[in-house]
């Protein structure tokens, strides 16, 4: 007499035949020919790399590049930080600096007026004077600044 586990024939011979659905099979036997193991060796070389799907390389991309922006913007972050004040600092960022212009973003129309009015009183020239082998001129942009 058999055991009933409440499992129809069909449903326990497919269990003891494959593997669970997203396993991986069993490893063949290698093959006899030396040809044949050889092939199998090499697909280890041929197949398409699985794409990583983890948050790991964004990660490590985003920790790239805000290291590579301290060390090029380091000193002129220091600066800024130093010589504008915490208003100015609220609605405008250090967006770049490329061929001695010193770029700030802002977020606003408004904000880039008033922006534009305090570097005229003197921040500009602050700024110059401080690092003059570094920034020649600073440049405001309406954009996304954060």
Not at 85 to 102: D, H, M, N
């Amino acid at each position: 007499m058999t055991k009933r586990t409440g499992k129809s024939e069909k449903t326990a011979a497919k269990d003891q035949t494959g593997p669970a659905r997203g396993s991986t099979p069993p490893a063949a036997p290698p093959p006899s020919d030396p040809r044949l193991a050889w092939i199998d060796r090499m697909r280890v070389y041929r197949g398409r790399a699985e794409p990583d799907l983890s948050i790991a390389s964004m990660a490590a991309a985003l920790e790239r590049s805000t290291a590579q922006r301290q060390r090029m913007l380091g000193d002129v972050i220091d600066l800024w930080n130093e010589v504008a004040s915490e208003r100015v600092r609220g609605y405008a960022t250090i967006e770049g600096l490329g061929q001695g212009t010193l770029t700030l973003s802002v977020t606003s129309s408004s904000a880039s007026y008033e922006l534009s009015r305090v570097l005229r009183d003197g921040l500009e020239r602050t700024l110059v004077d401080r690092m003059p082998a570094r920034i020649r001129r600073v440049k405001v942009r309406v954009g996304a600044g954060e």
